[in-house]
């Protein structure tokens, strides 16, 4: 239980931060703080994209595959 309570507050606590963001942003009338969100909307884009194009017929691979690893080079999520 003590793993869900910490997720929860984890969450809670990016919202927060989501927020202030964008209130900061609508505060001093400076929309350009707004790229932040927008990175963090964009930034999995890459790995989402060639996480779909990986081939999911062969479970038995072994090794790896490119288009996986040029999404998470895309992304810097090793």
Do not use: H
Not at 17 to 34: E, N, Q, R
């Amino acid at each position: 239980m003590a793993g869900l309570k910490t997720i929860i507050l984890l969450s809670f606590i990016l919202a927060i931060g989501f927020l202030l963001v964008i209130l900061s942003s609508a505060l001093f009338k400076d929309y350009l703080t707004l790229l932040v969100v927008a990175t963090y909307v964009v930034a999995p884009i890459p790995n989402w994209i060639c996480g779909k194009a990986q081939n999911q017929d062969d479970f038995m691979d072994s090794g790896s595959n490119g288009i996986v690893e040029l999404g998470r080079f895309m992304t810097g999520s090793w």
